[in-house]
């Protein structure tokens, strides 16, 4: 038997994820709730070409394994869905010229994005990228309610409803 499975009867359960794998997760849905609701449910790329589109997939400019860049709202754009057929995948140069020079303010944001998120060994505060996500999301929604006290599950649920109706 696999050390990764628990018996129990016939039925083999999976490890559960620990808690921080939960929490990591909850910060991801948090990020994509942002990306979603800062780009209102378009696709950006579409959008530059003058054509509206819905984006479906909050996509990381740079790839979401780099911890340094994983949560920042700015590594983030929404762009058309079909799993990796959308632009970033298919013309990754070509997508990545376009960032540089349209998508940011100025072309060196997006140097300064990409060097932070090619810094190696930088330990990350996951409670303090929480409080910051937070903010951004009560800035774009002007919540009428205290985000802090509800339960974990009803932040999950909430930010779930928020990504539907956009």
Same mark, same amino acid.
Request: with cysteine; hydrophobic share 35%.
């Given at each position: ?11 083999? =359960? ?10 990591? /997760?909850?910060l991801d849905q948090l990020w ?13 790329? +579409? ?6 589109k819905p984006g479906v997939d909050? *996509? *990381? ?21 079909? *799993?990796?057929? *959308? ?9 990545? /010229?376009?960032?540089?020079? !349209?998508?940011?303010? +100025? ?10 998120s090619e810094l190696i060994g ?5 409670? +303090?990228? /929480?409080?910051? =996500? ?9 919540? !009428? ?19 539907? /109706?956009?």
């Amino acid at each position: 038997m696999k050390r990764s499975y628990i018996q129990r009867g016939k039925k083999k =359960l999976g490890r559960s994820k620990t808690p921080h794998k939960v929490y990591e /997760e909850y910060l991801d849905q948090l990020w994509r709730t942002i990306v979603r609701l800062r780009d209102k449910g378009l696709n950006q790329y +579409a959008l530059s070409q003058g054509i509206e589109k819905p984006g479906v997939d909050c *996509h *990381h400019i740079f790839s979401r394994k780099l911890r340094n860049t994983r949560w920042d709202t700015r590594n983030g754009i929404l762009v058309m869905g079909l *799993h990796n057929y *959308h632009e970033p995948h298919v013309h990754p140069i070509k997508f990545h /010229e376009w960032l540089r020079n !349209s998508w940011f303010k +100025a072309p060196i944001e997006y140097d300064m994005l990409k060097v932070r998120s090619e810094l190696i060994g930088v330990q990350i505060d996951r409670s +303090a990228m /929480e409080i910051a =996500l937070t903010q951004e999301l009560m800035t774009l929604t002007k919540l !009428s309610f205290d985000w802090y006290t509800l339960s974990f599950n009803k932040k999950k649920k909430y930010l779930l409803t928020l990504r539907k /109706e956009i």
